[in-house]
């Protein structure tokens, strides 16, 4: 997209960018100044979860790191997920105890410690439809599940007759079910949680930069001595010296592997993933629900005001960047959930649509580059770790692993993971504040239940996002055409979370894309201008995002009424790209 100089200051009042890992303009140039002059111990190359966790490892190991995101952070697979931090019950059929209680562990202490603000319980029904073998089967497993990861923060098992199911989850047919029972699993919004990994990251020192692309390796005789990146938003180059260089890109992970011309310890292939997102009005229950299906598992999922329901599961061999849903994969999900359900949720229903893809382990082709069946880390040559693999829920022991493993390349003791220890920014003072919730709404004129969602996106930094209005009240009402965001909410996306496009706002920082019918398209126009009181922008700068954000929704659009991957992919690739990326490829 049309080039821009960075804007001067902002309007918004600062603390310490250091404090709250504030990643604003000020920081962007500075961090932009740092890459080109610093040696770092590691760099990272990836804004996903796990590279993000990948830079809070290292940093607060005190290690120097630097962070590049090609585009926005979480823009790939970690905003795209069902954003459920579980342990996986299909994973206990298989018998992956290992990975199961891992996972749970991960559960339990996001839930707790490190991220209570951002990650919350929910309750699913598992609906029983075989009489004798089924219940005692499920609630074995179940049992596991509840007691696998150590100390619970949720509620066990609970055992329903039909009528109990029913009343739990009235949207289904009598006929779906002859029994049920409940248990707990734990959801966060992925994108945020993202964000606010690598904002931690920052505070911690490290530099974290989006629209940051390695387009090249800095090699030493045998070895890779750092990365040359590319600014995608005004062309600017420069060379990152680094000791240790850890790819984090997910699917982008070969593309990333054939740049650094050393050869791969594994592949990583493709799976897309389709969610719909309905109306919480449009099935009526109490809890989530978990469907087996053919190939996996369905669910129903409870979001805010929403379902989400998904998903899908086949092979994607087309564009990465902006996997496309088709007509047949939104099928696929009414004619499973429509199995259930006593009134048949249909196209109209459907508020949003996304697709991401899974980054799954291809021909692994040493024993030693697997740490888990469910991650895979290795030193794929002198200075170049690799990870991939495995799924949000254990980003933090993937980015421990991918830190060990650099530990070869760096020069004196590495010391050991502490980021158990390390509660995300916005966690310490979140309990008190959620009794305080009151309080703060009279303070600020707001109702107190906009000050309890407040927090559940900020937790303790709501008093920084708040701030932002000081002097102007007016950013405390609510957008018109997305009336669950308040307008203070995006110029804190462009101030404080590196939100640098209409898309990073609209798609990431909040979820209208996939909240409003409109797809955030009738709040284009004021959300750009938001964020161009922030960023710089003039009329044509708010026009040419309102234009590019606006063809890419039609493009989606358009795709979802393919019937196939080609068509839908052709579709969704006509549309512009926000960044101006350059094409390892080409
Ligand atoms: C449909 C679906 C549902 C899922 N549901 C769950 C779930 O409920 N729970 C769970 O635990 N897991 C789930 N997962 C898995 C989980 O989402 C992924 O494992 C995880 O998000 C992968 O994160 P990542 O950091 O490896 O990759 P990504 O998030 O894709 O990050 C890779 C990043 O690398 C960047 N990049 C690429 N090339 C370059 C370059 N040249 N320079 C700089 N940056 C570059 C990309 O822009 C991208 O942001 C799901 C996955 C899918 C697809």
Sequence with gaps: MATRKPAAAPETPTRGSAETGRLGVPERERDWQRLGSETFDVVVIGGGVVGVGTALDAATRGLRVALVEARDLASGTSSRSSKLFHGGLRYLEQLEFGLVREALRERELMLTRI???????V??????????????????????????????????????????????????????LIGGIRYYDAQADDARHTMTV????????????????????????????????????????????????????????????RLSGSRGRFRVRASKGVHIVVPRDRIVAESGLILRTEKSVLFVIPWRNHWIVGTTDTDWNLDLAHPAATKGDIDYILDHV????????????????????????????????????????????????????GKYTTYRVMAADAVDAAGADLT???????????????????????????????????????????????GSLVHEVLAVADGDPDLLRPLPAAPDYLQVEIVYAASHEGALHLEDALTRRTRISIEYPHRGVDCADQVARLMGRVLGWDDARVAREVEVYTARVQAERDSQSEPNDQAADAKRISA????????PVS
């Design 115 to 121: 991220a209570p603000h951002l990650v919350k319980p």
């Design 123 to 176: 309750s699913f029904l598992y609906p029983l439809s075989h009489r004798v073998w089924e219940r005692p089967y499920t609630a074995a497993g179940l049992l596991m599940y509840d007691t696998m990861g150590g100390a619970s923060s949720v509620p066990g098992q609970k055992h329903l007759t039909r009528a109990g199911a029913l009343r739990m989850f009235p949207a289904l047919k009598r006929s779906a």
């Design 198 to 257: 690598g904002r931690t990251a920052a505070h911690y020192g490290a530099v974290v930069r989006t629209s940051t692309q390695v387009t090249g390796f800095l090699r030493e005789a045998d070895r890779i001595s750092g990365v040359r990146v590319r600014d995608a938003e005004d062309g600017r180059e420069t060379e990152v010296k680094a000791n240790a260089v850890i790819n984090c890109t997910g699917v982008w992970t070969d593309e990333l592997q």
């Design 338 to 389: 429509n199995t259930v359900l006593a009134t048949p949720l249909t196209h109209d229903d459907i508020e949003g649509v996304y697709a991401g893809l899974r980054p799954l382990l291809a021909g692994e082709s040493e024993s030693t580059s697997k740490l888990s069946r469910e991650h895979a880390v290795a030193r794929v040559s002198p200075g170049l770790v690799a990870i991939a693999g």
């Design 412 to 458: 004196g003791r590495l010391q050991p993971s502490i980021t158990d220890k390390v509660p995300l920014l916005g966690a310490d003072g979140y309990y008190a504040l959620v009794n305080q919730a009151d309080q703060l709404a009279t303070r600020h004129g707001l109702h107190p239940y906009r000050v309890r969602h407040l927090l559940d996106r900020y």
């Design 576 to 583: 512009p790209e926000a960044r101006d990326l350059w094409d």
